[in-house]
């Protein structure tokens, strides 16, 4: 057993990092996710290892700072994961130079805690014809966070850069949320991109259908009736998808395997 150096990990943000998109029945909420996979990795290299994840679904940037910054700086965590912003990013105008200021605040005070800071800069949309349109808006986002990592010495990774996530087959069903094999791919960047050791592979993915035209007319009129339509409702009506959900993992604890 090789210890990776890690005791406290502490996972903040929204859906990405709750887990949405890799369902499991047996855990709080009903996700897995890619933290959950990091953390039993690093678990497996120290029996002393705890880990908390505060992540909540549908969380907008302020409030993930306001609701998660102070639990996690109490638990004094040595690895902290942050990634929250995107929620903010689709709603129909937002504040960028508002969003980063507040972003790098949170960045700042959880850096002075000596603790190794990760962070991740935003999918590129331009594969998607859904979300293009607000590729720019990520792209200046994705500039906040590098300059904020540069700043206070924190890590990131590069999911912009992660073309392989321009297959469908690494995202659930609501085109909003990684499937399984997102998420273990994205547990495999973080590791590697901590430079830890590890033996995660690649999920297989499953084949890919051969759809014709009006299959695919199809998939886009049950994609718009079952996950678009909800979404624009919860907005329009100021609701969110993590209403009544708290934390999966409030307090450090040795995590789940399997």
Do not use: C
């Not at 999920?203 to 079952?226: C, H, K, N, Q």
């Not at 307090?251 to 399997?258: D, H, K, S």
Request: hydrophobic fraction near 45%; proline fraction near 6%.
């Amino acid at each position: 057993m090789v210890s990776h150096g890690f005791q406290r990990y502490v996972a903040l943000g929204d859906s990405f990092t709750e887990g949405v998109g890799d369902a499991a029945t047996d855990r709080p909420n009903g996700v897995r996710g890619w933290a959950d996979r990091v953390a039993e990795v690093l678990a497996g290299a120290d029996p002393a290892f705890g880990y908390a994840n505060l992540a909540i679904r549908g969380r907008k940037l302020l409030p993930v700072i306001e609701e998660q910054l102070e639990p996690a700086l109490a638990l004094e965590p040595d690895l902290v994961t942050l990634y929250a912003g995107a929620n903010d990013i689709l709603r129909p105008s937002v504040d960028l130079d508002a969003l980063a200021a507040a972003y790098d605040d949170a960045v700042a005070r959880l850096a002075a805690t000596g603790a190794t800071v990760l962070l991740w800069t935003a999918f590129d949309p331009g594969g998607s014809a859904t979300y293009r349109l607000l590729r720019g808006r990520f792209a200046l986002y994705n500039e906040f966070v590098r300059e904020s990592a540069d700043r206070h010495g924190a890590r990131v990774v590069d999911f912009w850069r992660m073309r392989e996530y321009r297959d469908w087959r690494y995202w659930d069903a609501d085109r909003m949320h990684m499937a399984a094999t997102g998420h273990q791919r994205m547990a495999i960047a973080v590791l590697d991109t901590l430079g830890l050791a590890h033996d995660l592979r690649p999920l297989p993915l499953p084949e890919e259908p051969a759809t014709s035209r009006i299959e695919r007319l199809r998939e886009d009129a049950a994609w718009l009736r079952t996950s678009a339509a909800p979404w624009v409702q919860r907005r329009l009506t100021g609701r969110s998808s993590g209403d009544g959900l708290a934390p999966r993992y409030p307090a450090l604890a040795r995590p789940q395997v399997g």
